[in-house]
Nanobody, 124 residues
Framework: QVQLVESGGGLVQAGGSLRLSCAAS????????MGWFRQAPGKERELVCF?????????????AYGDSERGRFTISIDNAKNTVYLQMNSLKPEDTAVYYC????????????WGQGTQVTVSS
């Protein structure tokens, strides 16, 4: 079992930045990849991006995506701290959501462990 705890959310003005953290504990050796999801009010939860635990390969957050959230967000990992980060820059009101981190264990392809979520609110 892997436990995940997010932190770093809050209220920020449009154009500002936040860095979310997700600390993993428990059977971290079983983690294959870690992902960040978000769920805005009235919308379904969506994947923002993920990172592979041991290789650092990332999917979904890349400056090549320009001004989209995928271009403004960066996912990174500190294996020594068992922590994954989501750096969010140039935030927009439409980025307002609850952000969750999740773990895919043993490369089963399912997001099996979830954190409790952290609220991000971007004011205009």
């Amino acid at each position: 079992q892997v436990q995940l705890v997010e932190s770093g959310g809050g209220l920020v003005q449009a154009g500002g930045s936040l860095r979310l953290s997700c600390a993993a504990s428990g059977r971290t050796l079983s983690i294959y990849r870690m992902g960040w999801f978000r769920q805005a009010p009235g919308k379904e939860r969506e994947l923002v991006c993920f990172i592979r635990w041991t290789t650092g390969y990332t999917y979904g957050c890349n400056a090549a995506y320009g001004d989209s959230e995928r271009g403004r967000f960066t996912i990174s990992i500190d294996n020594a701290k068992n922590t994954v980060y989501l750096q969010m820059n140039s935030l927009k009101p439409e980025d307002t959501a609850v952000y969750y981190c999740a773990a895919d264990l043993n490369s089963r392809g399912n997001w099996e462990s979830w954190g409790q979520g952290t609220q991000v609110t971007v004011s205009s």
